[in-house]
């Protein structure tokens, strides 16, 4: 489940048209988030409270195993309607298997709409902050920082360009603390003839500091939603440390969702074979389209390096909740590694 702060950043995107879909950093979000998903440790609580469309403070505590928090504040240049947690729709709370057809039509003029955040940790006075701003309908770019008070070092500051046109995406990133330089770009192939679709991606980063570089690329193949169930293939090869993943993932029904994901190390020669699911419970509306609604959502993925991890996500009342446990099955004394429960409100 998403953090309310992360929760109304996707709300921002979503309201003034930018689609994260077509982010070469996307490229395999189908596998990512049925086989990668993270599981609650110990005891969360979030809370939000809502008092103007434009500004939004969230408290997060963890009790168990050690006792942390933080506050948190949210302001957006356009009112940002996003419900409450008794109200909200379901599925845009959770990271899950979502077909995107094309980027959603903006609410508003999206040019110099801006969301600004920032968030304090207890203990350690660690400070986070971000600032988005839509320079053009094509165009935007974001700042993230991080403090650290007892640290001797200089605040963390990553900054990226991003421009996007639907058919092609492009990236440009530098972050402060190691001098990295990056680009990342992302094309599409439409193929009407395979009632599908395929995407090309690569990346490239140098780090001014230590004088290394790197390089990845990555190949996508969806299916069309409106013509076959939706499938998909991606791989992804980075030659300088001899990685290679190829992921397949293919909607069995309308509730369940599998996934298979193999990596491999050219050099090493280590791989591992990950498997997953999801299963998404629904019940009618009560309108007269009687539009299904998603009301709970299981996750569950094995593998032979990362072990077992199950997750179930719903909402009690006014309250959306995330529970779930990861376990090493090769232990024989102690093959529960963690376990939680995660609960959120906000109103």
Known sequence: MYDFMEYCLRCFYRSTGWNEENQYSNLCSWSRALLDFYTPHGLSLDLAKLPTPQFKPAYTMNALPSLNGSIGYLYTHQPLNIGTSATVDFKDLIDR?????????????????????GRLFFPGARLEAMYVRRL??????????????RSPALPQVAMQLQYDVRK???????TTDDGLFGMRALYNFANDSLNGQWALGTELYYGTLDKSGGLSMGLRYRTSPICSPPICFTYTLNPLVGHMSTAYVAQVTEEL?????????????????????EYQAKNKGDNPEKTEKLEGLIKARIGFAEGLAVMWEGRYKKTLFSLGLTADLSSRTSPIRTIGIEMQYFS
């Open 168 to 174: 092609w995406c492009s990236e440009c990133s530098y």
């Open 97 to 117: 298997f979502r077909v995107v057809h094309a980027a959603p039509t903006p609410d508003t003029d999206p040019v110099n709409n801006y969301l600004l955040y």
């Open 257 to 277: 969702v599998m996934c298979s994901r193999f990596d491999f190390s050219i050099y090493s020669y280590e791989s591992d074979l990950a498997l997953g699911f």
């Open 136 to 149: 053009t309908p094509h165009l935007q770019y974001l700042v993230t920082a991080v403090n650290h008070p």
